[in-house]
């Protein structure tokens, strides 16, 4: 029929017959758009008339105003009813979306249909389908009625590519019914409701991951663009160009417009089927350009989901006897990289573990790439550890152990920590046995853990909090300056020995290693002998220096660690050590070490497992019980703290007679376990200092912290900073006045947890200003912390802004005094003719490292390339550096030996007990004070970090002696424990920089301007000993004295 009517036409017919199915869509697009911009300048118009009618006050005009008003809210209404019944947030909205999508799969099928009629004449269908094509789009309109009902901005809507779909394809459908002649047109147009299949697969639950979401929407783009332009491509060649006389159409089939069109995509080209027409060439040059773009993007990445999804969805092949971790949590290109080179660092490239990533997302590019490069021995998978399912693929109950990883720069850290909580908790449930080694940032979020089930040290489980240990670690430097350096290189970096060779005249006193803290089991040899012997032992025949010991106690292994202690704590079985040591084989010394056999050695390499019977020979259980009760002095019915409280025994159980309570103490206040300094809480106003106070005028050696925040800014967590600083092993009167300078609505938020130690104040102001900080006396106090602030900042150099800017400005309130005695409040050393300028010690935290460029100028900008760890090596030229990323190691550090972080956290928190943490952790907990005698006596009986000169009050002739004579004296004379360095690099060095030594070989000669970092023991006789109240200042003072200026 249709063949008939087309031969009775002319060519002036046949373009006749096209337009009168063409002009009807037209004149409805173009006519609805003038139509609607009419409306619009009407409104404007009739608003604009109202406005100035309403200017003049006229009550008249108001009544039709109102009018108005009133049948606007009602088409409101029924807008929104219209609006919320096709929105896929009903259920009436998702059946309409998914009866439209199918009714236009329907209509496809139709124009199919008739192509296949008109090109094979051989399938021919009644005009019924017609009719049906007729009455999907009499619903296609009804729906596109109530889409411009619903619409907000009816102009938008009029371009939309569903809207300009239906102009093309309803009009021509009815035309085609009036005239009882049907023609294809542009109906393939409905090609492009294919679009919409992806949102319908998720509404009928068909794709529910990324993957088959991600791709339906590749599939969806690609397969409506190819039916779409494959339907361009027929009508144009098989109608020609209508301006050509005659035609130069010519008869394609659809499947060929699809070859051509495939063809063409995929840039293959073989020429057996070309377009013809000036339109056809048009569109194919436009056509390549997209087309090429969207196929040369679809193959691969078709390619990389099917891969990846078949790679990444798969379950992990547990073997027995091989050992392998899971880590989970921020799974990004940075954290995997730095843990990745942390933990084989820690293996020495001896990797017999596997390491399994559970990522939540899929990896990038930059990340598989990481990952295809440790192929050998990580694998990634796509899942979350808050599955079920995706712990069994990753075989969570047999792993050795689950590291989750935080993402410490996180503008949101509370949630950052219940996230990594959730997923302990996820992992407790499912898998109760296996270890956990956790990442959190604020302290205060630890709570949640103590009720998750089957957590606990027992197990081997062990929280890293990262805020508590970064503000200890400023803590600690405040008050014994470069403490970072030397810890950050003996727990958790690599001391940067070439560095410091660049800067020491005799470079073979310089050891050729890297020294850091490694555990072991001491001799049963020992056993009997105080803490002191031990560690003088160890140092002169063993080579070692013994930092501390883990003690246990109880009938149930409880255990605390001891550094020094004061108390003459005798040593028993199986006690482990904590030793600084270049390598294992060096501390297995003191585990092998024999009286018997090792007694007439010289040699410290010598010392190696003997066989002898006297170290065979093992004591009775009742010999060895009545030792234990003998070292410890144990009495019948006493009970012994469990190590969770992280509390000694009491002293009364011990051997010796130390009275720490004496006059000073019995009006000191501290907290129930005995820890801190306590007081009762102090109102905010009060700790509040302005510049009238006279508070303010008197302020002298005290600590200024500087603070970046706002109200809405998540919390630091000061607490964490002021409790090392005001632990109960110092003296009150050693207590130094901290002042907190920053906003006040963010220092109020703080208050109310740090409101009960005493010698705390508040000044609301900027380390930004000058005026802040000379009101503070800055150039007075003993140092100055600044605390970097949570910034949004992309780019990494920018992050550390304010705390690098008030670096610089703390600096610049540097003065240079008249004499030196003005300066220090002390004899100068060395050369007194010298001039030189006081330097506020400074503790920068940076959240990125790299950008210790711009605090630390020591460095010549025209001499050659510096190694970035050159920096950090020589950062005491303007103050400690204190990165974040230096805690990222400790999580390879604590898997491999949990004992190295229990340690870590005694020396930089003051040995926080987990009890006094789970009382400041209750919200709304009061603590109350005064503790029972023995506890207050056994917890004050703690060894505390300093720096001391080599004054000769102190350690006389100690400048004629190496640092082996020097470490003995101290030992012998006083119990201080040395176990490091801080000496002012050779000349020229015009910023007198100091650099660490850790752990110097004892033929090292001492030199007048060092300063030893020691473990001094509580003792209330101290002052005698010239020590207490001085060792700092004198050391902050000789620090001072040597640096030059730099404003």
């Not at 003049?56 to 108005?68: F, N, S, T, V």
């Not at 798969?314 to 073997?319: A, G, Q």
């Not at 040699?603 to 030792?627: A, H, M, N, T, V």
């Amino acid at each position: 029929m249709i063949h008939n009517v087309i031969e009775k036409f002319d060519l002036t017919g046949v373009l006749h017959f096209q337009l009168a199915f063409i002009v009807p869509s037209l004149f409805i697009f173009l006519g609805g758009l003038l139509t609607i911009l009419a409306f619009r300048i009407a409104r404007y118009t009739y608003g604009f008339i109202l406005a100035y009618i309403w200017r003049k006050k006229d009550k008249d005009a108001w009544w039709p105003y109102q009018r108005k008003q009133s049948s606007v809210y009602w088409m409101r209404v029924f807008s929104t009813e219209v609006q919320m019944m096709l929105s896929a947030q009903t259920s009436t909205g998702r059946v309409l979306m998914i009866l439209v999508f199918f009714l236009n799969i329907g209509s496809l099928v139709a124009y199919f249909v008739d192509l296949s009629e008109r090109e094979t004449s051989k399938i021919y269908f009644p005009d019924n389908i017609l009719f049906i094509d007729t009455g999907f789009n009499a619903f296609f309109l009804l729906y596109f009625g109530l889409r411009l009902v619903a619409a907000d901005d009816k102009l938008r809507f009029w371009f939309e590519l569903n809207s300009l779909v239906d102009f093309f394809t309803i009009p021509p459908v009815f035309v085609s019914y009036y005239l009882k002649k049907n023609w294809l047109g542009l109906r393939f147009l409905r090609a492009l409701r294919l679009l919409e299949l992806p949102r319908i697969l998720q509404f009928l639950r068909i794709t529910k991951d990324n993957y088959s979401i991600k791709l339906s929407k590749l599939f969806a783009v690609f397969l409506s663009t190819w039916l779409t332009a494959a339907g361009f491509i027929h009508l144009v060649e098989n109608n020609g160009d209508p301006w050509v006389h005659p035609g130069n159409s010519q008869s394609l089939s659809y499947f060929k417009c699809m070859y051509l069109v495939m063809v063409t995509m995929s840039t293959v080209g073989y020429g057996d089927v070309v377009v013809k027409t000036a339109l056809g060439r048009t569109f194919i040059i436009f056509f390549i350009i997209g087309g090429l773009v969207l196929f040369a993007n679809f193959s691969p990445e078709v390619v990389e989901i099917v891969e990846s999804h078949k790679s990444y969805k798969s379950s992990y092949e547990v073997v027995s006897g091989k050992n392998y971790i899971v880590v989970c949590g921020n799974i990004t290109l940075e954290s995997v990289t730095a843990f990745l080179q942390d933990f084989l660092l820690q293996d020495k490239g001896n990797v017999c573990t596997e390491i399994l990533f559970l990522g939540e997302s899929l990896p990038s590019l930059e990340l598989e790439a990481v990952f295809k490069c440790y192929s050998a021995y990580t694998t990634f998978f796509y899942g979350s550890a808050l599955n079920l399912e995706d712990l069994k693929r990753v075989g969570m109950a047999s792993a050795s152990a689950c590291l989750i990883l935080a993402d410490i720069n996180s503008l949101q850290p509370y949630t950052e920590d219940t996230s990594n909580i959730m997923r302990v908790l996820s992992i407790k449930n499912n898998c109760p046995n296996t270890r956990v080694i956790l990442q959190i940032i604020q302290s205060h979020n630890k709570v949640y853990l103590q009720n998750i089930p089957n957590w606990g040290w027992r197990t081997g489980d062990d929280i890293i909090c990262l805020a508590e240990l970064k503000l200890g670690f400023i803590a600690q430097s405040c008050l014994v300056p470069g403490l970072t350096d030397l810890l950050t290189n003996l727990f958790i970096g690599k001391e940067k020995t070439e560095t410091k060779r660049k800067y020491v005249e005799n470079k073979m006193l310089l050891e050729d290693r890297d020294y850091r803290v490694i555990t072991f089991l001491l001799s049963s040899d020992f056993i009997g002998m105080t803490f002191g012997e031990v560690c003088r032992l160890c140092f002169v025949k063993l080579d070692l220096v013994l930092l501390g010991i883990e003690f246990k106690f109880g009938s149930q292994g409880e255990s605390t660690i001891l550094i020094n202690p004061s108390v003459p704590i005798k040593l028993h079985r199986n006690t482990m050590g904590f030793f600084i040591a270049h390598s294992l084989a060096e501390v297995k010394r003191a585990h092998f070490y024999c009286k018997a056999c090792h007694s007439d050695i010289k040699d410290p390499e010598q010392i190696k497992k003997c066989y002898c019977k006297g170290r065979l020979r093992s004591k009775p259980f009742s010999e060895r019980l009545k030792f234990y009760q003998e070292s410890l002095h144990i009495l019948d019915g006493e009970l012994v703290r469990s190590r969770s409280y992280g509390i000694l025994p009491s002293l009364s159980f011990v051997n010796g007679d130390l009275d720490v309570e004496g006059e000073e103490s019995s009006r000191v206040t501290l907290d129930p376990t005995g820890r801190f300094h306590w007081c009762d809480p102090v109102p905010l106003q009060d700790a509040l200092l302005t510049c009238k106070d006279q508070a303010l005028q008197n302020l002298q050696d005290h600590i200024l912290v500087c603070v970046f925040g706002d109200a809405n800014s998540p919390l630091i967590g000061l607490q964490d900073f002021v409790m090392p600083l005001r632990a109960s092993n110092f003296l009150y009167q050693e207590l130094k006045d901290i002042v907190f300078l920053g906003p006040l609505e963010y220092l109020q938020r703080e208050w109310k947890f740090i409101q009960n130690f005493p010698k705390l104040w508040l000044f609301s102001g900027s380390a930004l200003a000058c005026a802040d900080l000379r009101a503070l006396g800055v150039e007075h106090c003993a140092a100055c912390a600044i605390l970097s602030s949570t910034s949004g900042a992309s780019n990494p150099a920018l992050v550390d802004t304010e705390s690098i800017l008030a670096t610089l400005n703390v600096r610049s309130m540097q003065s240079r005094p008249g004499s030196l005695e003005t300066v220090f409040g002390m004899s100068a050393f060395g050369n007194q003719s010298e001039p030189c300028y006081k330097r506020i010690p400074i503790t920068t935290e940076l959240k990125s490292s790299p950008n210790v460029q711009f605090i630390n100028q020591a460095f010549d900008l025209n001499s050659e390339l510096i190694d970035q760890d050159e920096f950090f090596t020589t950062a005491a030229c303007a103050g400690d550096i204190f990165s974040d990323s230096f805690l990222n190691s400790l999580l390879s550090i604590t898997y491999y030996n949990h004992h190295i972080l229990a340690l870590l956290q005694t020396l930089v928190t003051n040995g926080t007990s987990a009890a006094l943490e789970e009382r400041l952790l209750e919200k709304g907990s009061v603590l109350g004070r005064f503790p029972r005698r023995a506890a207050h006596r056994a917890s004050r009986a703690r060894s505390k970090l300093a720096l001391l000169p080599l004054s000769t009050r102190l350690l006389p002739d100690a400048t004629e002696n190496c640092f082996g004579d020097v470490y003995c004296r101290a030992l012998d004379l006083f119990g201080i424990l040395c176990f490091g360095l801080y000496r002012l690099m050779d000349e020229p060095n015009p910023c007198k920089n100091r650099f660490v030594i850790a752990r110097p070989c004892s033929s090292l000669k001492m030199l007048r301007s060092d300063l030893l970092f020691c473990v001094v023991p509580f003792n209330s006789e101290a002052d005698d000993l010239g020590m207490e109240g001085r060792v700092s200042s004198e050391a902050r003072n000789q620090v001072a004295k040597t640096a030059s200026s730099q404003s």
